[in-house]
């Protein structure tokens, strides 16, 4: 790590603190922090009472890196190039996607990034007890609707490109996983019910296996007020018509689908046994694939939380998601 001499320490040093490179960046302490010490994004001189000062190419650096992630660049995949090719990707990006800049860049996507920057570096460091304990701040902060609505699904898609570019192993996915599960099954819990709430079963298909995004569906289902009947992963159509009866309505999270006509199979199966007019919700990326499918009428399928919990204020309202063909009404 780079000293200061003696005369520096003496004279007055020109160079940006890292408060300054924050306000200049839009990023927080925290991220400049993670990205210079994982990522070895810069290395700034520290004076004798070290503390961090950035010169401007640093400061330079990092706004590079700042702009670059907004357009979708991963840290990992960026923090490596040199300034002056730095530089052309974002000029390049810049050409390229136009119109993904002017309205993408608020508080609250900056926001989303840097939670996922830092639950990131926790996961591959293999600290679970840190990642907690930066969502759970996240939650006093910023609230439990942003939390379910914005930032988890933020991270977990952060996580599924980190593993799709084989810069995460199984045990940090399942460790930020089973992290994120036992944050949002403790919301579920903690909501008090009241009572005569409508029902909601949640849960996902057989040959399912990913859980965290039917907790996200119970969580803000009970926050809007729903008693939750939560059965978790992998469960049979069968099954799960036995446990709807008494239900308002049903939820089934469907992320990745190894054989997508089973999955069909099984969606269908629930919904050809419910009664007509329960209301059958399924959300997720491969539920959005599966949307097209012929075969699967009167399934709401939602693009997100936001309209997963919208759908379900139209259930608790009485309406009808199904029209006199039995197709679920689009909004």
């Not at 609250?108 to 759970?136: C, F, I, K, N």
């Not at 119970?218 to 008494?246: E, H, K, T």
Request: proline share 5%; glycine share 8%; aromatic share 2%.
């Amino acid at each position: 790590m780079n000293k200061l001499s003696k005369a520096d320490q003496v004279s007055p040093v020109v160079g940006h603190t890292i408060s300054v490179v924050a306000e200049r960046t839009g990023l927080s302490r925290d991220v400049l922090r993670v990205w210079e010490r994982r990522y070895k994004a810069v290395e700034p001189l520290r004076t004798a009472g070290g503390q961090r000062l950035y010169s401007d190419e640093e400061l330079q650096r990092f706004q590079l890196l700042a702009e670059a992630t907004r357009r979708g660049r991963s840290i990992g995949s960026v923090a490596a190039l040199s300034t002056d090719a730095l530089a052309k990707l974002v000029e390049d990006d810049e050409a390229a996607r136009p119109q993904a800049i002017a309205p993408g860049v608020t508080v609250q996507s900056t926001v989303h990034r840097e939670v996922a920057e830092l639950a990131l570096a926790h996961a591959l460091a293999l600290d679970g007890s840190s990642l907690d304990r930066e969502l759970r701040r996240t939650i006093a902060r910023y609230g439990l609707p942003m939390f379910l609505e914005d930032i988890v699904p933020a991270l977990m898609h952060r996580i599924g490109d980190e593993w799709a570019a084989g810069r995460l192993s199984i045990p940090h996915e399942h460790l930020t996983s089973s992290v994120v599960l036992g944050i949002l099954l403790e919301a579920v819990r903690a909501i008090p019910e009241t009572p005569g709430a409508p029902r909601l079963l949640v849960a996902t298909p057989a040959g399912e296996q990913h859980v965290v995004g039917a907790a996200l569906i119970a969580a803000a289902a009970a926050l809007d007020g729903w008693s939750i009947l939560f059965l978790g992963a992998n469960v049979p159509a069968a099954d799960l018509v036995m446990a709807a009866n008494g239900v308002s309505a049903v939820a089934l999270s469907i992320v990745s689908t190894p054989d997508a006509r089973d999955t069909v199979r099984e969606v269908q199966a629930v919904r050809a046994a419910l009664p007509l007019r329960m209301p059958l919700i399924a959300g997720g990326a491969a539920a959005l694939r599966l949307d097209a499918e012929p075969g699967l009428p009167g399934v709401s399928v939602c693009r997100d939380i936001a309209e997963a919990r919208a759908v379900l204020a139209r259930v608790a309202r009485g309406e009808n998601l199904l029209g006199a063909s039995g197709v679920a009404a689009k909004r």
